[in-house]
Every structure is written in structure tokens, then in C-alpha cells.
């Protein structure tokens, strides 16, 4: 399974920008998705994640009402919609999936299994 993460790049704050994670080489099916980001010199935390079948969207607190996470799963894909950027969300974001039949949220990154290349987010004061 592999998952490229798109849609990066160097905003104002208070601006928007689109992640978007395509998935390929494997089942999508049955498998949560998260984002997860990482700023440099400091340890990767949960942004969002969503349950397979698009019920059950999940936020850390930091990105609650800024950010929206939404998936595809006909075309295989997974978007985070940010809104109203900050210049701490500067940050590497990857996308992750939890595992084909892994149907439950988590927020932890240690329970995802497969990840992306991760796309630079950048944010300017």
C-alpha cells in the first residue's frame, strides 16, 4: 500500500490550504485514515482522523473547527481542509492508514501502519 500526500506549500496565516492523500497498491477499504503532523524538533502529533466509513471524524484540540477532514472512498482519497492557518501549524503532514479492516479511529501514530512521504506546510506570520 502506498500513500502520496499532496497539496503543501507556503501560506499567509489566517489562509486555507487542501491536503489531499490518494491511496493505491492495496485495499482502501475498512481502514481508518489519519493525519498526523511534525514540526521540526518535535515529536509527531494527531491532527485528525476519520473512521472508514465517514461517520466518525476525530480532531486534536489545536485544529478543532479550523480543519476539516473528509475521504473518498470510491476514488481512494483523503483531504484535510485547513482553514484560518496559524503560524504554528508549520509543520511536515503525513497521511496514514491504519491497515485494511482496521475500522476504528485512534489517535495515536503508532497505530497506523502505512504512511505517506509527508508535504511541507508552511505558515507565515
Known amino acids: 500500500v502506498q500513500l502520496q500526500a499532496s497539496g503543501g506549500g507556503l501560506v499567509q496565516a489566517g489562509g486555507s490550504l487542501r491536503l489531499s492523500c490518494a491511496v493505491s497498491?492495496?485495499?482502501?477499504?475498512?481502514?481508518?485514515m489519519g493525519w498526523f503532523r511534525q514540526a521540526q524538533g518535535k515529536e509527531r502529533e494527531f491532527v485528525a482522523a476519520?473512521?472508514?466509513?465517514?461517520?466518525?471524524?476525530v480532531y486534536s484540540d489545536s485544529v478543532k473547527g479550523r480543519f476539516t477532514i473528509s475521504r473518498d472512498n470510491a476514488k481512494n482519497t483523503v483531504d484535510l481542509q485547513m482553514n484560518s492557518l496559524k503560524p504554528e501549524d508549520t509543520a511536515v503532514y503525513y497521511c496514514?492508514?491504519?491497515?485494511?479492516?482496521?475500522?476504528?479511529?485512534?489517535?495515536?501514530?503508532?497505530?497506523?501502519?502505512?504512511w505517506g512521504q509527508g508535504t511541507q506546510v508552511t505558515v507565515s506570520s
Open positions: 496514514a492508514a491504519r491497515g485494511s479492516g482496521i475500522t476504528v479511529i485512534h489517535r495515536t501514530w503508532r497505530s497506523y501502519k502505512y
Open positions: 497498491g492495496g485495499t482502501f477499504s475498512g481502514t481508518a
Open positions: 476519520m473512521a472508514w466509513s465517514g461517520s466518525t471524524a
